[in-house]
T-cell receptor, first 111, second 115 residues
Framework: RKEVEQDPGPFNVPEGATVAFNCTYS??????FFWYRQDCRKEPKLLMS???SGNEDGRFTAQLNRASQYISLLIRDSKLSDSATYLC????????????FGSGTKLNVKP | DGGITQSPKYLFRKEGQNVTLSCEQN?????MYWYRQDPGQGLRLIYY???????QKGDIAEGYSVSREKKESFPLTVTSAQKNPTAFYLC??????????????FGPGTRLLVL
């Protein structure tokens, strides 16, 4: 079983729509969580951290559900520029933190 | 500007040839990483280094080698033993490799193609 699993999509949505992605993780000891954005043929870039109480950054809201072991990303009022692949990252702390990257969920925002 | 640079952007390898991918960072980060990304797949860890002169194998180290002689630099060599090297290679760094707010920052990547 993979450490981190995401629906690969693609999610095809019209501009202005609200879209949500989930990401499940297998190790309950996981302690930090992030969402990254990766544009086609580019490097992943940090989008936002995910805090236990949930957090918002503009049109983006991230949430963590430890009991069910998943994190989510909600995008409101989708823009064409939001089209990208969204990677979730789960981190296990230790002498050297272990990073587990999901395969990504592809989002296409259409005019 | 602080950041991570990788070169070259595209690299072509002939059969039996070793090639080296460059990764440099000026973020003063202690930890550096190399990942491989294949189309439609997630990132797989090749090697990582928490400190100068020390590095550890990741999940797919076979056919690759690294060095960490300077804090700023973490070159990756793809040897002829790596039979399927065509992929997108990403270098990343983080502050220390430890701690709760630790996250990774990526360079622009190198695309390696086999001729």
């Amino acid at each position: 079983r993979k450490e981190v699993e995401q629906d690969p999509g693609p999610f095809n949505v019209p501009e202005g729509a609200t879209v949500a992605f989930n990401c499940t993780y297998s190790n309950s000891a996981s302690q930090s969580f992030f969402w990254y954005r990766q544009d086609c043929r580019k490097e992943p870039k940090l989008l936002m951290s995910v805090y236990s109480s949930g957090n918002e950054d503009g049109r983006f809201t991230a949430q963590l559900n430890r009991a069910s072991q998943y994190i989510s990303l909600l995008i409101r009022d989708s823009k064409l520029s939001d089209s990208a692949t969204y990677l979730c990252v789960v981190i296990e702390w230790g002498n050297f933190n272990k990073f587990y990257f999901g395969s990504g969920t592809k989002l296409n925002v259409k005019p | 500007d602080g950041g991570i640079t990788q070169s070259p952007k595209y690299l072509f390898r002939k059969e039996g040839q070793n090639v080296t991918l460059s990764c440099e960072q000026n973020l003063n980060h202690d930890a550096m990483y190399w990942y491989r990304q294949d189309p439609g797949q997630g990132l797989r860890l090749i090697y990582y280094s928490q400190i100068v002169n020390d590095f550890q194998k990741g999940d797919i180290a076979e056919g690759y080698s690294v060095s960490r002689e300077k804090k700023e630099s973490f070159p990756l060599t793809v040897t002829s033993a790596q039979k399927n090297p065509t992929a997108f290679y990403l270098c990343a760094s983080s502050t220390s490799g430890q701690g709760w707010q630790e996250t990774q920052y990526f360079g622009p990547g190198t695309r390696l193609l086999v001729l």
